[in-house]
């Protein structure tokens, strides 16, 4: 079955840029027609998504981190990744891939996030 | 932005009970509404999707209603297992958003 993990750098230093990657296995990232998130969510609080790419490359940022953010796929590798620059404290939280499925009936394409990464968390520290 | 309001935001529970948790969209989502679960150190979990669709694998004991901006989340009977966060999430438009969740304890 297909499968997600999310690698990088557990500790990111204030102002440098925190990068991750997911690894997809158990199936092509290029199959099928779905969307590719990252979601974080800090200690004891909510789930914020960050944003999503399609195989085609074609991306969707949250406004609340669009000037920071980038995700990208390398479907060679079977692996997206995220890049969130200028980190602050306020960035620590862990993070997680996910991917976007969607059921769709009389022109409507309803899509939810079916299957996730463990997740990882990444302190922004001195 | 469309904003998900949950509530309640904690709720003490026993087995067997039924519970149900309730979400609101700021603006009019038609059914575009999932509900997933989570447990302490783990990723949340698809519950439901488009409002009121059994994700596979998922028991029977839980279902989804309501359409709109106004939702619900119904465990009919509470087993062990389910005590958990719950979270409402919009997929109308982007950016995508989530409820700030519902923590179900044990009572």
């Known amino acids: 079955q297909v499968q997600l993990q999310e690698s990088g750098p557990g500790l990111v230093k204030p102002s440098q840029t925190l990068s991750l990657t997911c690894t997809v296995s158990?199936?092509?990232?290029?199959?099928?027609?779905?969307?590719w998130s990252w979601i974080r969510q800090p200690a004891g609080k909510g789930l914020e998504w960050i944003g999503r790419i399609y195989t085609s490359g074609s991306t969707n940022y949250n406004p609340s981190l669009k000037s920071r953010v980038t995700i990208s796929v390398d479907t060679s590798k079977n692996q997206f990744s995220l890049k969130l620059s200028s980190v602050t404290a306020a960035d620590t939280a862990v993070y997680y891939c996910?991917?976007?499925?969607?059921?769709?009936?009389?022109?409507?394409?309803?899509?939810?996030?079916?299957?996730w990464g463990r997740g990882t968390l990444v302190t922004v520290s001195s | 932005d469309i904003q998900m309001t949950q509530s309640p935001s904690s709720l003490s529970a026993s087995v067997g009970d039924r519970v149900t948790i309730t979400c609101r969209a700021s603006q009019s989502i038609s059914s575009y509404l999932n509900w997933y679960q989570q447990k302490p150190g783990k990723a949340p979990k698809l519950l439901i999707y488009?409002?009121?669709s059994l994700q596979s694998g998922v028991p029977s004991r839980f279902s989804g209603s309501g359409s709109g901006t106004d939702f619900t989340l119904t465990i009919s009977s509470l087993q062990p297992e389910d005590f958990a966060t719950y979270y409402c999430?919009?997929?109308?438009?982007?950016?995508?958003?989530f409820g700030q969740g519902t923590k179900l304890e044990i009572k």
């Open positions: 488009a409002a009121s």
């Open positions: 999430q919009q997929s109308y438009s982007t950016p995508r958003s």
């Open positions: 996910a991917r976007t499925d969607g059921y769709c009936s009389g022109g409507s394409c309803y899509r939810y996030f079916d299957l």
């Open positions: 158990g199936g092509s990232i290029s199959s099928g027609s779905y969307y």
